[in-house]
């Protein structure tokens, strides 16, 4: 079987209330070919169920079941099964529109890619740009770029695993993994780990 170009893992836990609107976002995308790991993270309500049923009707869609352990863990058992050449880390309680994927792989010579999000609830956040920034991180003078450009959302595009494709050689040829240990910022940190094994990164308007 081909492999495909992209696998999105989420990590799935007492989701059941946003779990199909997430889902249902992800099977409407533009860009066809990725396969979709759903990581139920022993769920006590209904998410895994869900999790079966839309695997059963579409044959990109693969259900992982496994002893809560916490966000990190299930994303590693994500990375662990994941068969594409990009990874997208999406949560269940995101939604992601139309072409979301088919605006990112078009980079798809850089290492890491990053689009733009909107948080709400909370904390709400943006992280969408009005224009591209391509840092080339193997030249040290321009690491100031990803500081001078556009501060606010620039920064905090790298809080997130979620929004961006990461190429999977240079997470297995690293074996970088979230961190179990941590209960906050796990995502910043294993973001800040890929980012030293990448040369080119592009954040995308």
């Known amino acids: 079987m081909e492999k495909p170009i992209v696998t999105i893992i989420v990590p799935v836990y007492k989701a059941e209330k946003y779990l199909s ?5 992800i099977l409407a995308q533009s860009f066809k070919d990725f396969e979709l790991l759903l ?10 169920q869900i999790c079966n049923e839309y695997a059963s009707k579409d044959n990109r869609i693969h259900s992982f079941h496994k002893e809560n352990g916490g966000v990190s ?4 058992m994500g990375i662990d099964n994941a068969q594409g050449e990009w990874i997208c880390f999406i949560d269940s309680d995101d939604w992601v529109e139309a072409d979301f ?3 990112l792989i078009q980079y798809d010579s850089f290492d890491l890619i990053v689009g733009g999000l909107d948080s709400f609830g909370c904390t709400a956040i943006s992280t969408k740009r009005n224009r591209n920034l391509v840092v080339d991180l193997k030249h040290s003078h321009q690491e100031a770029q990803i500081l ?6 620039t920064i905090s595009a790298f809080y997130y695993s979620c929004g961006k494709l990461f190429r999977r050689s240079i997470i297995s040829q690293n074996r ?4 179990t240990r941590m ?5 910043t940190c294993f973001l800040m ?6 040369d080119k990164i592009i954040l995308s308007d």
């Open 73 to 76: 863990s299930a994303r590693n």
């Open 21 to 25: 609107c997430c889902i249902d976002s």
């Open 148 to 153: 001078n450009a556009d501060i606010g959302n």
């Open 176 to 179: 970088l993994r979230f961190d």
């Open 101 to 103: 994927l088919k605006e």
């Open 39 to 48: 990581i139920d993270d022993g769920s006590p309500d209904s998410s895994g």
């Open 183 to 187: 209960k906050m910022c796990e995502d």
């Open 193 to 198: 780990q890929y980012l030293t094994h990448a």
